[in-house]
């Protein structure tokens, strides 16, 4: 790869030079004004004359001694370099004038160098940068990642049937595939990430402050592109590798490892795979979406009929004795609405439809409060470790709703676990940043509470995990019951304005980690 030093000097090469008259004494030499060297060879006539008269002993005879002529020589000599130095200013000034004209020039021209040597940096099909700008902006960015301790991930794709497309359709079938791609990659990335042009149909994207499990979210954004030429659809294929940057790699070493993941990736199609585990996901989410907004519009009209059954079934107790036969019938009926408003609200909780008093709360004073109540109903089998961090900030939220929380989450823990184990609920604040939002849709950055709940328990697969919060799903064993529970959580932490996330694996256990938004400073702990 050619250094950028080199290619400014192949620049500055190419640009033209305005000459510049040349200056100094040098320049002009012996080319005195006329009244000038009149005067001077005037001058030295007569001292001349005046200096051989001394000599020789004649004198003038309007000088009545030699001592006069001497003393007139002298003067005219004085009167001579007096002339001399005059010029010699008038040089020096003009020197001074055409060297300031000389920097102002030279300071337009290095300007104009820069300015050219910027757009030679943009590729000028994509508007992405080209490859003389890597090395140098890539040997910065390890840099910077030593010095921070941040995560950096190199990105590599590679056009398929580029060639093909051009051949068969032309320049201009290549040049539509390129734009279409390079946009695409545009909107796909972050503002902080850095996409270059390495070749023909090669692309390098550098990831600053990035996770490796974001990569398969980006290329998922951009599988499926077609590119249209002439009202025919062009479709856009790609390989690509990845890669983490570990502590001590240089710069060719990070890029020729990038390029070896990518040669894997064309005889494997791991990436492939990858995008299709990351648009499982996505669609996941979205079906959770859709799942609970269908939710919530049959809760809202079922909690009103049962309103109608609540009324009557009270009207109907009014008006009955105590000592009815009938009246133990409709207090069953009177007792089943009640259970079905209950299961209302947790399908409006977790459809987010349910308006809830929230008021400003310390997550550490709930989970204390509640730490008797669960060691009681997990039972001695199960050893309860509850881990606060001081300083926490505050939320702002439901009570009884954080409390349904912790109650289902620890709930949901034991019945993973088949006889004895342990449950850790840890609070402490965390920030979430770009990078992770980006790998966790539905994540927004920001200062939050962590409310994290983990087991030993015996894990969730991969379809576990992708069903977890759906209502009434039966990922527990045969014979345990399957309902809202975990549902109500995923509906009161979107409500809350939060974001729940599940981390398990079959025989390792689970860890729930809710992150609660951090309330504002100047409202008052309830």
């Known amino acids: ?78 009167l001579l370099f007096a002339c001399y130095v005059y010029y010699q200013q008038k040089i020096i000034v003009r020197i001074s004038g055409r060297l300031d004209e000389e920097k102002a020039e030279r300071t337009r021209l290095e300007s104009e160098v820069q300015t050219f040597h910027q757009m030679t940096l943009l590729d000028p099909l994509t508007g992405l940068y080209n490859r003389y700008f890597l090395e140098q902006h890539l040997t910065a960015e390890l840099a910077r990642c030593q010095r921070h301790g941040y995560p950096l991930n190199l990105l590599k794709i590679d056009l398929n049937d580029f060639r093909k497309v051009n051949s068969y359709y032309g320049p201009a079938g290549g040049d539509a595939v390129l734009k279409t791609f390079a946009e695409c990659l545009r909107r796909s990335l972050r503002n ?18 990035s996770a490796i499990e974001r990569v398969p979210h980006i290329l998922s954004r951009m599988s499926g592109m077609e590119a249209e030429l002439n009202g025919e659809r062009i479709p856009i294929s790609f390989a690509a590798g990845w890669i983490s940057y570990q502590s001590g790699m240089k710069t060719q070493d990070l890029i020729d490892a990038v390029d070896r993941e990518l040669l894997e990736d064309k005889q494997s199609h791991r990436s492939a795979d990858a995008i299709r585990q990351a648009q499982s996901e996505s669609r996941q989410n979205q079906a959770v979406e ?21 009324g009557y079934s009270e009207l109907v107790l009014d008006s009955l004795g105590k000592d009815d036969p009938v009246r133990q019938h409709i207090l069953h009926i009177h007792d089943a609405n009640e259970r079905a408003s209950s299961l209302t609200r947790q399908l409006l909780a977790f459809s987010r439809g349910q308006e809830t008093k929230r008021e400003v709360i310390d997550l550490n004073s709930v989970v204390n409060n509640m730490e008797p109540l669960l060691r009681r109903l997990l039972g001695e089998q199960i050893e309860v470790v509850v881990a606060t961090s001081d300083d926490l900030y505050s939320i702002q939220s439901n009570r009884g709703q954080l409390e349904q929380i912790i109650l289902d989450l620890a709930v949901n823990a034991r019945e993973s676990m088949t006889q004895s184990g342990r449950i850790t609920i840890e609070t402490r604040n965390v920030e979430l940043d770009e990078a992770f939002t980006h790998w966790h849709p539905g994540a927004k950055p920001g200062e939050y509470v962590l409310l994290a709940v983990m087991d030993t328990g015996t894990g969730f697969d991969a379809e576990a995990r992708a069903h ?58 309830a």
């Open 1 to 78: 790869m050619p250094e950028t030093v080199d290619q400014n000097a192949q620049i500055s090469a190419q640009m033209p030079v305005p000459e510049v008259p040349p200056s100094g004494p040098g320049a002009r030499r012996g080319a005195l004004p006329g009244w000038l060297s009149a005067a001077i060879a005037i001058l030295s006539s007569a001292i001349l004359i005046l200096l051989a008269s001394s000599i020789f002993g004649h004198t003038w005879s309007w000088f009545s001694s030699p001592a006069q002529e001497g003393m007139l020589a002298f003067a005219l000599l004085i």
């Open 192 to 209: 902080a990430d850095l996409s270059v042009r390495t070749g023909s149909d090669e692309f390098l994207v550098v990831l600053p402050e």
């Open 290 to 310: 859709a799942l609970g907004r269908l939710a919530g519009r049959v809760a809202h009209d079922f909690n009103n009929l049962l309103g109608l059954v609540k």
């Open 468 to 525: 977890i919060f759906e209502p009434f799903y039966a990922s527990k064993e045969k014979g345990k019951k399957a309902g809202l529970g975990l549902a109500s959580v995923y509906g009161i932490v979107k409500q809350s304005g939060g974001y729940i996330w599940l981390d398990s694996e079959p025989g390792m256990g689970s860890r729930f980690a809710v992150y609660l938004p951090r309330a504002e400073k100047s409202v008052a702990v």
